[in-house]
């Protein structure tokens, strides 16, 4: 869709550019291309991880060595680093006081089912942030998703899960479930091997829709809703007024425990959206950047439902219940939770952050306006993404309905070859405590460069 008297976009000429890039890149990295080669005869499509033939160009960069907010590739070329492992690098890499805890901690001892003497504090800095009494530990926020939808179904005796359409949680099975245009919930496109139909599990409704989700949680059949404060997986969705007021009157109404899920939204302050806008969630789950990139996540309970679930679960069984880890709550991932809390995704730190995201936002928008583009830039805090549609969305489908896979991969491979690293789906930026202004400028000039190219 084009706004009124807003620039068309010329897709032969997306396309003659992409192909130039596409040029470029290849000729500007040999060793990638060579390790990527040597990849393919041991890894499924050559990379570690399937994800990972998302990025733009025709194979991923390899990595040499990460510090702060840049990398360097096997190739020698830097970049600035505004993807940070989509959040897991939130800290930086390689934050100075998380790297020394962990090599004090691994001489030390890695792992060993029992608690180190790190427990306490982070438990109580988690306090302090998010506002909920107690908490557990677990390797991912998939887990500690997965572990809350668990206790929530035993707690409530019900069987559903209620998520927004084009949520991400990670790799969670009712998650997995997106809006037909019928209204029927069915598998998200490209789930692969779902267990169940997900219509059976769950309910889904769009973001900012009180009323969908009133008659949702009115079947009565709903144990948990996990939501994410704003969306952040299908670019930014934000709340509207009243809709988190809404989605916790409703909750209590219906007797559903609300989960809401910061391992993106910490992105909004110390105590991530929820302290930041005084939320009231039964559960907290969070993951990624809380230790620094060293697998960790948690998830904490109101006294509450603490009492609810000491009384429903049967402690003697609990290693088989379903919830757990042998490495959950390891000596190292407990050792780096406490010093990138404590030292590096600091109350002063997120201030930082938030300004230089507030910069990025400007430095797009300036651009935008400038060529009359017909795309918008949204920021939570110190994150900021562009899509390219006139309109803020208000719902999944819309921000969906808005991708454009040609642009975006246009846009992520010039920014690439000019030395900057967007996350390889749809177009975000994070700034971490290590980002300057002078790598978010270096990317508006990288943006203005090719909004020129194309609209100009
Ligand atoms: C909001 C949210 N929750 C949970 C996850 C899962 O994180 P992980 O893949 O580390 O388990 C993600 C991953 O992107 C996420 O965006």
């Not at 993106?264 to 110390?270: L, S």
């Not at 109350?347 to 017909?374: S, W």
């Amino acid at each position: 869709m084009t706004a009124p008297g807003a620039v068309a976009i010329d897709r032969a000429r997306v396309a003659a550019l992409l192909e130039r890039e596409e040029r470029r890149f290849e000729g500007e990295h040999p060793r990638s291309r060579e390790l990527f080669e040597r990849a393919r005869g041991s890894l499924l499509g050559g990379v570690p991880m399937n994800w990972m033939v998302r990025w733009a160009g025709a194979h991923p960069v390899f990595v040499h060595e990460a510090h702060g907010a840049r990398f360097v590739d096997v190739d020698g070329r830097e970049y600035v680093d505004l993807c940070l492992g989509d959040t897991g690098a939130m800290a930086g890499h390689a934050p100075e006081a998380t790297v020394a805890a962990l090599s004090g901690q691994a001489a030390r001892g890695i792992t060993l089912m029992l608690p180190s003497e790190h427990a306490p504090w982070v438990g109580e800095d988690l306090q302090r942030r998010f506002g909920l009494p107690f908490w557990q530990f677990a390797l991912t926020a998939t887990d500690a998703n997965r572990f809350s939808i668990r206790l929530a179904r035993q707690v409530t005796g019900r069987p559903k899960v209620l998520v927004h359409n084009w949520c991400y949680h990670g790799s969670v099975d009712e998650t997995f479930a997106t809006l037909r245009p019928d209204g029927s919930v069915g598998p998200r496109v490209g789930s692969i091997g779902p267990p169940v139909d997900p219509g059976v599990t769950t309910r889904v409704v769009e973001f900012n829709d009180v009323d969908a989700l009133e008659a949702a949680l009115a079947h009565g059949d709903v144990a948990c809703v996990l939501a994410e404060p704003a969306l952040t997986n299908i670019g930014i969705v934000l709340p509207e007024p009243g809709y988190h007021d809404a989605l916790r009157e409703l909750t209590r109404r219906h007797g559903t425990l609300l989960i809401i899920d910061e391992t993106h939204t910490i992105c909004a302050g110390p105590g991530g959206y929820t302290r930041a806008h005084g939320l009231e969630p039964d559960i907290l789950t969070i993951g990624k950047p809380i230790a620094g990139g060293v697998p960790a996540s948690a998830y904490g309970v109101t006294g509450e439902l603490a009492a609810r679930i000491e009384a429903a679960i049967d402690r003697d069984l609990s290693d088989v219940g379903g919830i757990g880890g042998t490495l959950a709550g390891n000596a190292l991932s407990l050792a780096a939770m406490r010093a990138t809390l404590e030292h590096v995704l600091t109350d002063a730190a997120f201030e930082r952050m938030i300004a230089l995201g507030e910069r990025f936002e400007a430095g797009v928008k300036g651009v935008i306006d400038a060529h009359r583009a017909p795309w918008h830039v949204t920021r939570l805090g110190c994150r900021a993404e562009y899509l390219f549609r006139p309109e803020v969305p208000r719902t999944g489908a819309e921000a969906e309905a808005a991708m454009d896979a040609e642009l975006d991969g246009l846009i992520h491979l010039y920014a690439l070859n000019r030395g900057i690293l967007l996350t390889p789906f749809h177009n975000m930026a994070l700034m971490s405590p290590a980002t300057t202004a002078d790598d978010v400028d270096h990317h508006t000039a990288v943006y203005a460069d090719v909004v020129a190219e194309l609209l100009g």
